[in-house]
């Protein structure tokens, strides 16, 4: 019995030469994927090498800056952005930081994680006076450089997740800060969705050394403010 035609096709010259470098092609972006992040998570790691702490052995800074995350459709914090207000609040209760510079979110109108954080910690007990808020903290980049460049933060503590806290330090040294780093690490029983971040971080600190290479400035730069100057003094 014959076979049908398309059984028998096979092919050509022109298709094994295309076939043969798109396998090339496709080999060569897989390894240099690879070495380019191998590169940036060892750059991340290095940079906040000896500047990760406890809360009861990071060292005292003026500052301590809070990283933003999702806040639900009420305005309330997330559990993992109510755990780093919760460390912020830690320090500041024991006299680690004088002020604390909540970093978010804000591009919307309808979404707004800088105010979720400052009610979180003011029916926390920290006095208002000693908050100041970043409402374009759109990334880590643009909360570390808008802290250095906006604020005048020069010393500061960093608040984030543990898994998140090697590349918001190795940005924020990178970028001027003199930053040490508080972890939290108690919300890690939501084992999905915190398997699923840590494994983002090996994409994000790509980014993260693109953008310091870059050099960019923040989706929003504008005049100084003299909100963290004006809470230390008058504390």
């Not at 043969?20 to 906040?48: F, H, K, L, N």
């Not at 090498?49 to 009861?56: A, L, P």
Request: glycine share 6%.
């Amino acid at each position: 019995m014959r076979k049908p035609s398309f059984m028998a096709w096979r092919p050509g010259p022109k298709v094994r030469r295309w076939s043969r470098r798109v396998r090339v092609w496709g080999t060569v972006a897989a390894v240099a994927a690879i070495v380019v992040t191998t590169a940036s998570d060892a750059w991340v790691r290095s940079s906040a090498d000896h500047h990760i702490f406890t809360e009861q052995t990071v060292p005292e800074a003026p500052v301590a800056l809070v990283l933003g995350t999702l806040v639900d459709d009420s305005g309330a914090p997330s559990e993992f952005l109510a755990a780093r207000l919760e460390v912020a609040r830690r320090l500041f209760a024991a006299g680690k930081v004088r002020v604390i510079l909540v970093s978010g979110d804000n591009m919307r109108h309808d979404y707004d994680e800088p105010t979720a954080m400052r009610r979180w910690l003011v029916e926390h007990e920290v006095p208002a006076d000693r908050i100041v808020l970043d409402y374009a903290g759109f990334d880590t980049y643009d909360s570390c450089a808008r802290a250095r460049r906006i604020f005048g933060v020069r010393k500061t503590i960093v608040v984030t997740q543990s898994f998140h806290l090697p590349r918001a330090i190795a940005v924020c040294r990178r970028l001027g800060l003199n930053a040490s780093g508080v972890g939290d690490d108690t919300v890690k029983r939501h084992r999905v969705a915190w398997l699923t971040s840590s494994a983002r971080e090996h994409v994000a600190s790509v980014k993260a050394a693109l953008d310091v290479l870059s050099g960019r400035d923040p989706v929003h730069l504008g005049r100084h403010e003299t909100g963290v100057e004006d809470a230390l003094r008058n504390g």
